[in-house]
């Protein structure tokens, strides 16, 4: 993985990052990835939250067509609970990237991130539109910006690039931070392809890769009301890619973007995985894992570096899914603390002291298995989302 | 309600508190409850996590016949994922309850609680059953001395005491503080009437009343391994009290120790309700609200005063509950901040500052309401639960 590269690093994409004057700040807000082809196939998943954003409802639509010209994405709003008006302004903003990239807005994907209630300022939206056109290049550069233009409370630009031996490539950039949870972290996504695909193969690749990728972080349950992950290919390196090859290299640049999601956290200080294994199935297993994940108890413990795993058992017992405590076996950091039912080790003889933790929780009923990742819950987490609105 | 009584407020009950020695602390760490008739009927409610302590398991299976001369409670130790040996250690005390008393272990129920996972100090524990059996009393005081000695990380006793009309009364004390959530907060909980009541009927009233009281407040999610309350009528007032009037002034009651959970919840700086109405049923109401209750992006914004209507919004939409967004009003202090799907007023126009919040949902669906109670994840809890194990 090569993190240097992102959108850009495919074949056939251009991109740009301004400011456009929608954050206060003055810093990059706006971002816009075309696809120069010569294909134009594209997949997107987007959030499992009952309440969705304008540009979500937007983008879910056009998608349906598979094909996608270009994405348009903001921080600074996120375009949410804002009723028709929001929509349209959605809607606005596709037609203007439409008009001047000489395309369709059925053709034009949008994302927003920002702040949920408030109406983005349309009038620097547009015009911001017009200067991003005229600075797209397919340079590093021009990925690096667009991938910094959708940052919010993130700290850094986060991209990820890989190349298989044949030649095509795929590459991305994510933005993150905040309400991280399962069924999409709460971010934007935007990875791009120069493998030659269709919609249909587009659509399955990115399910199957953000099943055990994006969908298995979870800093603190929040789904959000704009997640959206986006796949375009351009097919410029001519290469069709055998089914699996492309899977296996799409899963590895959404981990590696998971990643930095995770280690970008909100107050993060520590970096978790949760792996079951031994549930009576996976679904059993996710539950479990996402259960312990998002308990408040087990992340201040793991804050403090305290291998409470009193606190694992306790979440483990909560969940909707089946537990034989006499079978559990918790183990931190290698050290099995708790098996079969009791205490099988002092809980000192874990060492937490690292920024990496691995819990492993083991049901002993079954082959069911998965691992979640999290943070831990900190002053850094409460100071940042108690002190400003976001 | 009259906090200055607790459980020994009813006729028929003798209780006591001393420092046994569980807790390195020397503080009150033993309680002993004594029904002394002429009735005694029982009745008992149970945590629903499957990783159920020793206590919780031995005292559901004495509570089979709805009959109890005696509740022994310890802090210093939960007694959970303590094994077969632990279960041996809660028979064991049941034993010397009845042996002290001259009653039969299947009349003694057991409560335990502090950090899972470790063995109670046996020896102090007997030997404390036996200094506590001298010191039984029906004072206030003697009462006090019980709901202080089951204290963990809370900051006071908390107690309550109402009599009807009639002459029977309904007395009480609860612990709580941290591990707080539904079906249960995590607490133990004794309460006594001296009303003439049968098992059944007790069991049935305790039903209700915890329904719409214990189960209605969730800090963090955490439903225990230890949770339990228990009822136990003496019958000393001779009086057998309307089914309607008893459940009545029981949920009274246990309401009134439950909003003291709430105020010496770990952490607290924010006593909050949330109130879900116009949902499709009663059932997704409830839902939503502990959806919202458990939200950290809520509750880090609700620790600073921020009427932050979009992360409520967003936790609506998460809900495992019908929810149509363009129906969906928020009213937070009085001030209809989000109304059919969009903003309806200014956030600054809700004053957050004071220590209680009102946030009301309406989904303009149906008739299903339902109320939460919850606290702000403050800077407090984080310390409470990094620093200390519990």
Redesign the interface.
């Known amino acids: 993985m090569i993190r240097t590269k992102g959108v850009t690093g495919p074949k056939g994409f251009k991109a740009a990052g301004v400011a456009a004057g929608i954050k206060d700040s003055g810093a990059l807000d706006l971002a816009l990835v075309v696809n120069e082809g010569p294909g134009d196939a594209a997949a997107g998943v987007f959030t499992?939250?009952?309440?969705?954003a304008a540009p979500v409802l937007w983008s879910q639509q056009v998608l349906k067509e598979r094909r996608l010209a270009a994405v348009v994405l903001n921080s600074g709003g996120?375009n949410?609970?804002?009723?028709p008006?929001?929509f349209q302004d959605t809607h606005a903003t596709a037609e203007k990237v439409a008009e001047v990239l000489g395309r369709g807005a059925v053709e034009v994907a949008v994302c927003s991130t920002g702040?949920?209630?408030?109406r983005l300022p349309m009038d620097n939206l547009k015009a911001g539109v017009e200067v991003a056109a005229k600075e797209l290049a397919d340079t590093d550069e021009a990925g690096l910006n667009a991938a910094t233009a959708v940052m919010t409370t993130d700290t850094h630009p986060k991209q990820s690039w890989a190349q298989h031996p044949d030649g095509w490539s795929i590459g991305g950039f994510v933005k993150g931070a905040?309400?991280l949870?399962p069924n999409l972290a709460t971010m934007l996504s935007v990875i791009t392809t120069d493998a030659v695909l269709d919609g249909d193969a587009l659509d399955a690749a990115l399910r199957e890769a953000t099943a055990r990728t994006f969908d298995r972080l979870d800093v603190?349950?929040?789904?959000?009301?704009n997640d959206t992950v986006l796949l375009l290919a351009s097919g410029a390196s001519g290469t069709a890619p055998e089914r699996g090859d492309f899977v296996e290299l799409l899963t590895a640049v959404a981990a590696d973007l998971v990643k930095q999601l995770q280690g970008d956290a909100e107050g993060v200080t520590k970096e978790i995985s949760i792996t079951v294994t031994g549930a009576a199935s996976d679904a059993d297993a996710l539950v479990i894992g996402r259960t312990v994940a998002?308990?408040?108890?087990v992340k201040?413990?793991l804050?403090?570096s305290?291998p409470?795993?009193?606190?694992i058992?306790?979440?483990?017992?909560?969940?909707q899914a089946r537990?034989d405590?006499?079978k559990?076996g918790i183990t931190i950091n290698g050290v099995a603390l708790?098996a079969?039912?009791?205490?099988a080790a002092d809980?000192s003889e874990a060492d937490l002291s690292e920024r990496d933790i691995a819990v492993v929780i083991d049901l002993n009923l079954g082959d069911g298995g998965a691992t979640v990742l999290t943070t831990d819950?900190?002053?850094g987490?409460?100071?940042e989302?108690?002190?400003y609105?976001s």
């Open positions: 499992t939250n009952q309440v969705k996120a949410a609970c804002t009723g008006e929001g702040l949920i209630g408030e905040g309400m949870a603190d349950g929040g789904t959000s009301t998002e308990d408040n108890l201040t413990a804050f403090g305290d409470n795993w009193g606190r058992a306790m979440a483990v017992g909560r969940a537990v405590p006499d559990l708790f079969n039912g009791r205490k809980r819950l900190s002053h987490y409460v100071e989302n108690s002190a609105s």
